[in-house]
């Protein structure tokens, strides 16, 4: 089979002028409702990605008493509770397949004196939570877990969160190797 060639020609040009709008980013998203959930007041986040994993962590929030309104695609507002002001929820946080939001949640919420449930689905559950618990049990948080430290997790959170000094090579070094 013969194999055909085309020559490509370039030529100098002026630029390239023009907008882009670049798509928001999961890891920030997630990172940015939380921040605004823990102040006092309002905070406004533009180019929020509006994926399922991110509504899972705006859902848990709106459920611990934060506000949290959409404006427009990827605008939204959040009233936030400061910390230590989440409210004791009615109901288990199901964090869906997300999970981002389950391991920084489980963090937020250790800062208010609650107690709080969090599950997902059935890959979620399946999935170790050690590395976050480790740490925040240093600073006077307390879990209720099953023997593999796997969802479903009862979260009471610490009255007087202590400061540590935690290194997670450390840590994960010392949890994979027992």
Same mark, same amino acid.
């Given at each position: 089979?013969?194999?055909?060639?085309?020559?490509?020609?370039?030529?100098?040009?002026?630029?390239?002028?023009?907008?882009?709008?670049?798509?928001?980013?999961?890891?920030?998203?997630?990172?940015?409702?939380?921040?605004?959930?823990?102040?006092?007041?309002?905070?406004?986040?533009?180019?929020?990605?509006?994926?399922?994993?991110?509504?899972?962590?705006?859902?848990?929030?709106?459920?611990?008493?934060?506000?949290?309104?959409?404006?427009? +695609?990827?605008?939204?507002s959040?009233?936030?509770? &400061?910390?230590? &002001?989440?409210?004791?929820?009615?109901?288990?946080?199901d964090?869906?397949?997300?999970?981002?939001?389950?391991?920084?949640?489980? &963090?937020?919420? +250790?800062?208010?004196?609650?107690?709080?449930?969090?599950?997902?689905?059935? +890959?979620?559950?399946?999935?170790?939570?050690?590395?976050?618990?480790l740490?925040?049990?240093?600073?006077?948080?307390?879990?209720?877990?099953?023997?593999?430290?796997?969802?479903?997790?009862?979260?009471?959170?610490?009255?007087?969160?202590?400061?540590?000094?935690f290194?997670?090579?450390?840590?994960?070094?010392?949890?994979?190797?027992?």
């Amino acid at each position: 089979m013969d194999e055909v060639f085309e020559s490509v020609e370039s030529q100098h040009s002026s630029g390239l002028e023009g907008e882009l709008i670049v798509p928001g980013d999961k890891s920030i998203s997630h990172r940015a409702l939380i921040l605004g959930a823990l102040t006092v007041g309002e905070t406004i986040v533009r180019g929020l990605l509006e994926s399922e994993d991110v509504m899972c962590t705006a859902n848990a929030l709106e459920t611990l008493g934060a506000k949290i309104v959409r404006k427009g +695609s990827g605008l939204w507002s959040i009233q936030g509770v &400061g910390i230590g &002001g989440f409210k004791q929820p009615d109901n288990v946080i199901d964090c869906g397949n997300s999970g981002t939001s389950v391991r920084l949640l489980m &963090g937020a919420v +250790s800062t208010s004196n609650i107690n709080v449930t969090f599950t997902g689905d059935s +890959s979620l559950r399946k999935r170790p939570m050690d590395r976050v618990l480790l740490p925040l049990t240093e600073f006077g948080t307390s879990f209720s877990t099953n023997i593999d430290n796997k969802l479903p997790i009862h979260v009471s959170g610490s009255e007087e969160p202590l400061p540590i000094s935690f290194m997670f090579l450390c840590c994960y070094h010392i949890l994979t190797n027992n």
